[in-house]
């Protein structure tokens, strides 16, 4: 390696995998049955913004880093190598060089090499001729200026300024590497990594196949023969089959907590947690459509929330109260409750606030006889349908009449990013905990996954700021007044921070699930069965 004027950081192979190795015997073989909610929209990680894209395909690729699949927090110190061997900065903080693994091959057998990761950054920069025909998290990548590679096993990722979160950005299941000799229309339907599983074949609405890597840069590893999915559609069926031994582990956010209880209950060896998500229940209203173009209109439809009830109804009063980042312990950068309770229109006294939402709408021509009717769009799947049933009925209490909308997964998300609702129930889950990600986002001008349009010049100088600012207190202050400035524009307000559970027969070893995201520990070639 080259001599950087910073310190490297360097973390060995051999300790990574060390500390990685589950304590008991592992055993080699078995499938893993697991189920998908929906179908998956596509195979291709990058251009997809939902878990179930995600979690069934994380296994066939690798990162640069990831963060440790053992450890139940992301943080920045639990980040680990995988593609990436070591990694250092240079003095200003404007140059990240990444070391790469030698001797790693792509699944059909061609050479990884420096050449795939600049690739790969240069479709989510959307440089080039073979574009991502989405690239929902292109604004991750805003202060990267390019890509470039030294031989074949050095890459140098070149940033306009400091910024502390740059190098957790890779360590999420949604920062594969992909081949640079595989188009990105291929990688939809027939994916081709370097990780722990190979593709198979993904059979629409009904299943995926993945089948264990013998040539995984990791010896010894995958445990698993290999990885089966099946589609179902119905949360009970699903819940069921798992009680009745169909399947060995549930799928992340789609037990709610009554579910969770009923599953151990039923099957009292079953290994069941309960995972804060960093994922939201928010309100998106489309500030381009009439009426909602109006300020006051959008105000009058934050004030009718009842928080509490949609923890106590939702979340069976396991959900918090809170703004965007996730609220502590397991978040680090979430408002105390004392200091949420202060932002606008997260009172105790809701039915003032209603009673100031009834009289704006009253003002503006609506009431009882002359309610404003509208389309409620969701995401058909129950995790928004429950909510979207609620938030309709909390909007009566304004003159407001909602019509539940849905939509199939692979309609929602390409729709309300093209600005074709007018209110809609959605989740928005932080892929690592960190404001970069979610501020970014889902808040920053331009950005795909700014559902609302919302665009402030003095929010984006307070979003830039804490981004760069190195201090750990001073950041924090910084995204407490972004939050404040959110809920006073009306962003895209907050309903609750969700909390699912997830269940795993007791013969499957070596799985840890991580509590403060839902989109980063599916690897699985740590995985075992013992039986």
Known sequence: MRKLRKRSVLISTAAFISAASPALAEKQGGILRMYIWDNPPSASIHEEATVSTVTPFMSVYNNLVLYDQHQKLNTPDNIRPELATSWAWNDDKTKLTFNLREGVRWHDGSAFTAKDVVCTFDKLL??????????????????????????????????????????????????PVYPCHVSATQMRTKPIGTGPFKFVEFKSNESVRLVRNPDYWRKGHPYLDGIDWRVVSNRSTRALAFVAGEFDMTFSLDLTVAITKDIQSQLPKAICELQPTNNSFNLIINREAPPFNETKIRSAL?????????VDII??????????????????????????????????????????????????GYGP???????????????????????????????????????????????????????GMNLTAGAIDDPDVNFYESYACGSERNYTKYCNPEVEKLIDQQSRETDLENRRKLVWAVERKLVEDVARPIMTQGVAGLCWQPYVKGFVLQHNSLYNNWRFDDVWLDK
């Open 126 to 175: 959307d440089k080039g001729s073979d574009t991502f025909r989405k690239n929902p998290r292109k604004i991750w990548w805003h202060n990267l200026r390019e890509v470039t590679a030294k031989g074949d096993h050095e890459v140098t990722f070149h940033l306009g300024r400091p910024q502390a979160s740059f190098l957790s950005l890779f360590a999420t299941g949604y920062n």
């Open 302 to 310: 934050a004030l009718a929330l009842d928080r509490k009830a949609f």
């Open 369 to 423: 006889g002359n309610p404003l009717k509208v389309k409620v769009s969701t995401r058909n799947i129950p995790l928004y349908r429950d909510p979207a049933v609620l938030l309709i009925d909390q909007l009566k209490q304004i003159h407001v009449a909602g019509e539940l909308d849905v939509l199939d997964t692979s309609v929602w998300f390409p729709k309300i990013a093209r600005g074709e609702y007018s209110i």
């Open 315 to 364: 979340t069976d009063g396991q959900g918090k109260i809170g703004g965007v980042m996730l609220a502590g312990p397991e978040g680090s950068w979430g408002m105390a409750p004392e200091m949420v309770a202060t932002l606008p229109g997260y009172g105790a006294d809701v039915e003032k606030s209603r009673a100031e939402a009834r009289k704006i709408m009253e003002g503006l």
